[in-house]
């Protein structure tokens, strides 16, 4: 062919987990509580802080205490980065203290330390689904102006502690989440007749002047460092050429979108004013803000890709809706789904990064993707995910065909190298791992840990910069 397709030179290839999800220990070391401690049943499902449940999170896969191992076996797959997020709770137990959690900031910089070590760069996510739990009861989460304080000083913490370890940042996981699990976006929890949208939207805007605070932060803090936003990203296709479907299509793209925009260009984009009107959304903002959202833009956009969404102006003629239910969007009849109804769609991902770098010209980086499912150990210590070899082998095949299109990708960190606890329903059973976990949705198992069939592909297909798939 005339087009070289392949990975970059320097490409960064690794794994993304999420604190709450993988750490359990969820009391040790100094740790308050976070709003991720009180969802028995995953974040699309209402908290109950009654502590008389089974509390998936509270013990995740004991990352706390195996970290050296679970590093080892990265570092076996040949990683040069992974992905996690500092547990605020860790450095700031209810998140009103002036002055962090020691032990918190130990046992990060002692992880940060193993990676390093076996020359794996760690990429962190300041609040990944979780926010201390104090912050939400005694403030009412970020609809209030304070927490961006809170954040801002957070943040900075972190920075001063870890300048020499950490130079790939992210501020807020998948922010635009505030909208459809607002609860874990945003520490939001409604009074009757609130105006959701506009407290949602109150929210966000506090997180994005916080988000924009931290950029500068880092960059005098850490010169050399990247710090980018996180946005889940479902590019949003019409069901059919019908123009009102496309219309619709672009509509729930902006749901997304609105949150880069801002983030990456630095202001509110045109189409919000019409939207706050007829949604009767006021935000509050103070005079300051507008500069700080222009001057401190994000050096590259990260993102999540699982699945497209289908939209259209007629959803009652659909007939059945998307199985998965987080982001909204009819079914695609054109694409096959996982057992949570997840549509699978490669092409969408080259789409998508397409979609974005025509957008906003920056540097992209995947920071999750992935496929869950539910994996058999048969006897004798194997696991033969081949669905998964092909989830992720189908989607790289579209990155590099996103890079031969001139898009500046410079990073994949897959979804869960480590099986974990799942965010949306809290199961165990929903697995993404390279390797396997002992453990089962009621916490029963050894714990142990065992490579799977795509442990090997993956290492493969790092060796060899992406050559191999
Ligand atoms: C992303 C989140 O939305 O999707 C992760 O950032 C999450 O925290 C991942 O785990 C997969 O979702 P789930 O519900 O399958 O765990």
Request: glycine share 8%; proline share 4%.
């Amino acid at each position: 062919s005339k087009v070289e397709k392949k990975f970059p030179e320097g490409f960064l290839w690794g794994g993304a987990v999420a604190a709450n999800q993988v750490e359990g220990a969820y009391l040790e070391g100094g740790k308050g509580l976070s709003t991720a401690d009180v969802l028995p049943h995953g974040i699309m499902s209402p908290f109950d802080d009654s502590m008389e449940n089974y509390y998936p999170y509270h013990t995740g896969i004991d990352f706390y205490h195996r970290y050296k191992e679970d590093v080892a076996l990265f570092a076996e797959m040949g990683f040069n980065c992974f992905r996690t997020s500092v547990a605020w709770t860790r450095i700031f137990p209810n998140g009103d203290e002036l002055e962090p959690n020691e032990e918190g900031l130990q046992y990060y910089d002692d992880l940060f330390d193993e990676l390093l070590k076996r020359n794996i760069q760690p990429v962190v996510t300041i609040s990944h689904y979780e926010m201390p739990l104090g912050l939400v009861k005694n403030y009412g989460g970020w609809k209030n102006r304070k927490l961006i304080e809170f954040y801002e000083r957070y943040a900075k913490v972190l920075f001063e502690r870890y300048k020499d370890k950490v130079k790939y940042w992210m501020t807020f996981n998948e922010i635009n989440v505030v909208l459809h699990a607002p609860f874990t976006g945003g520490g939001l929890v409604f009074a009757e007749g609130e105006n959701k949208k506009n407290t949602m939207y109150q929210a966000a805007h506090h997180q994005f002047v916080a988000s924009a605070l931290a950029v500068k932060a880092c960059h005098e803090i850490i010169p050399d460092a990247k710090i980018g936003c996180m946005l889940s990203y479902l590019p949003t296709y019409a069901l059919t050429s019908k123009p009102e479907d496309v219309w619709e299509a672009l509509e729930l793209d902006r749901e997304a979108v609105f949150f880069t925009d801002i983030q990456v260009r630095g202001y509110y984009p045109s189409y919000t004013k019409r939207y706050f009107a007829e949604n009767d959304i006021h935000i509050e903002m103070e005079d300051s803000d507008a500069d700080i959202l222009h001057n401190y833009k994000v050096d590259y956009l990260g993102f999540s890709y699982y699945m497209s969404r289908t939209a259209t102006a007629t959803p009652e003629e659909a007939g059945t809706t998307n199985a998965n239910m987080i982001m909204g969007g009819v079914k695609n009849p054109h694409l096959k789904a996982s057992e949570w109804g997840w549509e699978i769609d490669p092409k969408g991902l080259r789409f998508a990064l397409n979609t974005l770098y025509d957008r906003y010209q920056v540097p992209l980086f995947i920071v999750e993707n992935g496929f869950g499912a539910i994996d058999v150990l048969e006897e004798g210590d194997i696991v033969n995910d081949d669905y998964r070899i092909d989830y992720l082998r189908d989607h790289m095949k579209e990155m590099k065909e996103a890079i031969a299109d001139g898009v500046d990708l410079i990073g994949y960190t897959s979804w869960g190298p480590i099986d974990l606890v799942s965010a949306s329903t809290a199961e165990m059973k929903k697995r993404y791992g390279f390797i396997y976990v002992d453990k089962d949705n009621e916490g029963n198992g050894t714990l142990r840990r065992i490579k799977k069939k795509s442990f090997h592909w993956y290492k493969d297909v790092i060796a060899t910069n992406g050559e191999n798939l």
